[in-house]
């Protein structure tokens, strides 16, 4: 299968420990994008990735969050001194930059609780 | 800021039956909006994309309108069947690399 594949599917972690999310988007895909979702809720941008280059990130996004894609390939998440409001499912996705692609390809998400 | 408001409350309609779900937007308009769909426990999966130059796009049941007077979209499913039981969002770009999302409307179609 050549979806977007992200580990763990589940996380389970107590408040104040570090945690870190993988993402392998498809393999030909240059654009890369986490978003945060809660119960109820939309996915909520989290940072973009162009290749290795992080173009955006949300203003929401605390000094506690870092994402990393070296290379252009894989791309890795990491919430540091984790907070009970952390607890949401974390989405990758990624798309390809050309002509009229602009469709982005979902992960399954990694479930993180945080107690 | 860009905001996007979709049916909060859930959708319920009888198997055979066009399901129509709206999204509305504020600020300005974006260049394309996108649909997705989403079941529980799973990522959204794309539906359509339909640009602000287009008033309506369509792919076998569905069917997306743009109305860029309005800052609407319409989403429509004709001839519903229980399968199409999911979220189904409505997203756009707000100019730069950012997506937002609407908080999804439930469908659920009775058999």
């Known amino acids: 299968d050549t979806g977007v594949s992200q580990n763990p599917r589940h996380k389970i972690t107590k408040r104040g420990q570090n945690v870190t999310f993988r993402c392998d988007p498809i393999?030909?895909?240059?654009?890369l994008y986490w978003y945060r979702q809660t119960l109820g809720q939309g996915p909520e941008f989290l940072t973009y990735f162009q290749n290795e280059a992080q173009l955006e990130k949300s203003r929401l996004l605390s000094d506690r969050f870092s994402a990393e894609r070296p290379k252009g390939s894989f791309s890795t998440l990491e919430i540091q001194r984790t907070e009970q409001g952390d607890s949401a499912m974390y989405l990758c996705?990624?798309?390809?930059?050309?002509?009229?692609?602009?469709?982005?390809?979902f992960g399954p998400g990694t479930r993180l609780t945080v107690t | 800021s860009q905001k996007i408001e979709q049916n909060s409350e859930a959708l319920n309609i009888q198997e055979g039956k066009t399901a129509t779900l709206t999204c509305n937007y504020t600020n300005y308009s974006p260049a394309y909006l996108q649909w997705y769909r989403q079941d529980p426990g799973r990522g959204p999966v794309f539906l359509l994309l339909?640009?602000?130059?287009?008033k309506e796009k369509r792919k076998e049941r569905l069917k997306v309108t743009f109305d860029t007077t309005l800052k609407q979209s319409l989403f429509h499913i004709t001839a519903s069947q229980p399968a199409d039981s999911a979220t189904y969002l409505c997203a756009l770009e707000t100019g730069g690399f950012k997506t937002i999302f609407g908080a999804g409307t439930r469908l659920f179609v009775k058999a």
């Open positions: 339909i640009r602000e130059n287009e």
């Open positions: 393999s030909e895909h240059n654009r």
């Open positions: 996705a990624s798309s390809y930059r050309g002509p009229g692609a602009y469709e982005q390809y």
